[in-house]
């Protein structure tokens, strides 16, 4: 048996992180008292990197016209919340906790993102930033990871495949613009243009085609009928319609133009992103006045920056760098590891083999020796708690090494090298992760040759159907908290990530996407987990939760969709005093 093995990162030194504090560049005092009094800016230039603290005037020549924009955009009412606090760190209401403002938020990613342009970032660390500057149809709520309106006001299904979406008022881009319901039909029909090829795609299949109805209302038609809609639509944010045409492609992964708490000041290459305050928000203006993003690939090196006093979160951070944290928060998220079976070829097309596999590895002594207290049992399946369709009907597959001996034994296994490709390097420890699972099919009777592969051949090992190795180890995110996305996309035999070809098992995904009936639909959903279970299309690991180092004084919750929303972000009074 050869087993290969990756050659060890070389240590990053850490990254520089310079924090020079722009409150002061912001505004006068005066416009602090009241920052959401003031009018949005309305030049098109400041999202493409110059920002200028001083508002637009339409008094003075060259100003842009009078958006409509209301005086005061505090919140959605125009009337500010009581007991939370304003921009500026003031109490405006009573019993209002002990936090304030503090001038400058630094968060630390892993890499740099590849664009701006929301359509296109589908990778993480994309996601983390324009979440703040960008917004969608529908936020999953946090508690009941159910949907519900953000930029839209209501909807209502009108038949099995019209859904009609009535969009909030004053609501405005950050060029000033009115965010509109062409805006609306625009930004869906944009990602789900098949000649743009953007990367939600998949996620919006369903829709056939988004038109308005109305000054303020619109209509979402689907291809079939879908329940997930809502859902889906958590993952397209609204963009400009004309602020989107007036740029070119290249141009669109620089520049940003959303209707979020925050706005592009600049974007240094290689350094850092930073974002200021919109200060013609229409919801509740954020305490914090500037997000800046420094990019460091090691999860050590965030680590360090964040003690050091250089970073106040350290996101995706290894379960082994956390003890170190000032404090470590976390959130039970939508990842989960998955090892692969390639059913359509193979020794692994045995399921005496695959169900062996599942009992040769111990779920609860990964996740207690790999991840601390970060990591969830499988249950079963591929999935976490909380998801629609996420079945109580199984549970995590009994550890026994004796049974899954008599399973080879059955099926016949003579000890044929079982090849495992596992990513190398991978961020949330797959490596570690990968050398215990070997370890553990070896003393269950398996001849595993683990392989590292390096992002590209993994990729290929994972998205060609003619590459897929016997095994390999992946980590998948349900964004959607609805078992559609696991099942349509890892175990439908059209599902880009799928190895697997079962007809019984396809019509079942097939039926259970487009049933309305949401009782009828979550028994679809356990009649798969339990098919799933006497017949694994994977090993199904443990649920790895979203970790983050971050600084001593900062009060904030991770949520369970991944989304770092920087207005949810509040610090003690004394860390700014």
Not at 11 to 39: D, F, W
Not at 137 to 155: I, K, M, Q
Not at 288 to 304: C, L
Not at 329 to 345: M, P
Request: a negative charge.
């Amino acid at each position: 048996m050869t087993k290969k093995k990756s050659a060890k990162n070389t240590v990053r030194g850490l990254y520089a992180v310079i924090i020079t504090v722009l409150l002061a560049a912001l505004c006068a005092p005066a416009a602090c008292a009241n920052p959401s009094a003031i009018p949005p800016v309305a030049d098109t230039d400041k999202r493409e990197g110059t920002f200028s603290a001083t508002p637009a005037n339409p008094d003075e020549p060259g100003a842009p016209a009078d958006s409509g924009a209301p005086e005061d955009v505090s919140s959605a009412s125009g009337i500010p919340h009581p007991g939370t606090t304003d921009a500026s760190g003031g109490d405006t209401g009573a019993g209002a906790p002990p936090y304030t403002a503090k001038p400058v938020v630094s968060i630390a990613v892993p890499d740099e993102p590849v664009s701006l342009d929301p359509h296109y970032a589908g990778d993480d660390d994309a996601r983390a930033i324009i979440c703040n500057i960008y917004e969608p149809l529908f936020l999953l709520d946090d508690d009941s990871l159910e949907p519900v309106p953000c930029l839209a006001a209501e909807y209502r299904l009108l038949d099995d495949l019209r859904w009609e979406i009535t969009l909030r008022d004053g609501v405005y881009f950050q060029d000033g613009s009115a965010f509109t319901v062409n805006d609306a039909v625009f930004s869906v029909n944009r990602a789900i243009d098949p000649i743009l090829n953007i990367q939600p795609f998949y996620d919006l299949a369903s829709i056939l085609r988004a038109e308005k109805t109305g000054d303020k209302t619109m209509v979402v038609t689907t291809r079939y009928p879908d329940p997930v809609l809502p859902r889906r639509l958590t993952r397209l944010d609204m963009v400009s319609k004309t602020y989107t045409e007036s740029k070119t492609p290249g141009q669109l992964t620089k520049v940003a133009n959303g209707t979020g708490p925050y706005m592009l000041d600049h974007w240094s290459a290689g350094n850092e992103i930073v974002l200021v305050r919109f200060r013609g928000y229409w919801g509740d203006p954020p305490a914090q006045d500037v997000a800046v993003y420094h990019f460091i690939g090691e999860s050590a090196d965030r680590m360090a920056a964040l003690l050091a006093g250089e970073a106040d979160i350290a996101a995706t951070i290894n379960p082994r760098d956390a003890y170190s944290a000032p404090q470590v928060l976390s959130a039970a998220g939508a990842g989960v590891f998955w090892v692969r079976f390639n059913q359509k070829s193979g020794i692994m097309a045995d399921q005496a083999i695959r169900l062996a596999a599942n009992h040769a590895v111990d779920g609860e002594r990964l996740a207690l020796d790999l991840f601390n207290d970060y990591a969830m049992p499988a249950g079963g399946q591929i999935g976490t708690p909380g998801s629609f369709g996420y079945s109580a009907l199984v549970t995590q597959f009994p550890y026994d090494t004796v049974k899954a001996g008599e399973l080879l034994e059955e099926a016949g296994y003579g000890g044929e090298p079982i090849q495992f490709v596992a990513l190398a390097g991978g961020l949330r420890g797959e490596d570690g992760l990968a050398e215990a699972i070997t370890g553990q099919l070896d003393e269950a009777g398996f001849s595993i040759e683990l392989i590292f592969a390096g992002r590209e051949e993994w990729l290929d090992a994972l998205f060609d159907p003619k590459k897929a190795p016997d095994m390999l180890l992946s980590y998948t995110a349900n964004d959607l908290f609805d078992m559609d996305g696991v099942y349509s996309t890892l175990a439908h035999k059209d599902g880009f990530q799928s190895a697997v070809d079962n007809s019984e098992l396809n019509g079942l995904i097939e039926a259970a996407r487009s049933e309305m009936d949401d009782g009828k639909r979550a028994g679809l959903y356990d009649e798969i987990a339990l098919r799933l279970y006497d017949d694994p299309f994977a090993v199904y690991l443990p649920a790895l939760k979203d970790i983050y180092g971050a600084a001593a004084d900062l009060e904030w919750a991770p949520r369970r969709d991944g989304r770092i929303l920087v207005a949810e972000m509040k610090f003690s009074a004394a860390s700014v005093e």
